[in-house]
């Protein structure tokens, strides 16, 4: 048994899209499915979403790299209590 899937667009994508489908000798209904089943396949999309992070995440990500990498030297604890310990105090100093 098949449904109907509507989905709405602006007309320029609608057209953009059927045109391009049009090419690769599909209609567009065939090219969702194509993409559903794709999805499926994958368990999620089927292309990397990528969204920008801002400086201050760019910066803690390359640190965490490098940490990883061994080329910066990371403070280890013995202990989650100490490492609470420590960042209560040093939240006191600040």
């Known amino acids: 048994m098949t449904k109907v899937l509507q989905v709405r667009l ?13 090419d690769l000798g599909l209609d ?3 090219a969702v499915r194509m993409f559903l089943q794709a999805s499926l ?8 979403v990528k969204r920008a992070f801002n ?4 910066a803690a990500m390359q640190e965490a790299r490098d940490i990883a990498a061994g080329k910066i030297k990371a403070k280890g604890y013995k202990s989650v209590e100490k490492m609470f310990a420590e960042l209560d105090a040093e939240m006191a100093r600040e």
Not at 12 to 19: F, G, H, L, P, S
Not at 41 to 48: R, S
């Open 10 to 22: 602006d007309s320029e994508t609608k057209a953009a899209a059927d045109r391009l489908y049009a």
């Open 28 to 30: 567009t209904s065939t």
């Open 41 to 48: 396949q994958t368990n999620g999309l089927p292309f990397a």
């Open 55 to 58: 400086p201050e995440t760019e």
